[in-house]
């Protein structure tokens, strides 16, 4: 039986997905569009914040 927080699927989907925003954000930034930037910058952003909310929950269930 899993325990609930471990490490999971989308866990490890999320973490693989920030990597690949992040290196394209590299090749977003040469095309200096804002339009396209910005939304990409929040997604990243809104990823990045549910990574740190599930490590957080990961932590607290070990302790």
């Given at each position: 039986?899993?325990k609930?927080g471990?490490?999971?699927?989308?866990?490890?989907?999320?973490?693989?997905?920030?990597?690949?925003?992040l290196?394209?954000?590299?090749?977003l930034?040469?095309?200096?569009?804002?339009?396209i930037?910005?939304p990409?910058?929040?997604?990243?952003?809104?990823n990045?914040?549910?990574?740190?909310?599930?490590?957080?929950?990961?932590?607290?269930?070990?302790?």
């Amino acid at each position: 039986m899993k325990k609930k927080g471990e490490l999971d699927i989308t866990f490890i989907m999320s973490t693989v997905l920030n990597i690949l925003f992040l290196a394209g954000l590299t090749f977003l930034v040469q095309s200096e569009n804002l339009y396209i930037l910005i939304p990409y910058t929040i997604l990243i952003f809104i990823n990045a914040v549910y990574l740190v909310v599930k490590a957080m929950n990961i932590t607290k269930n070990r302790a």
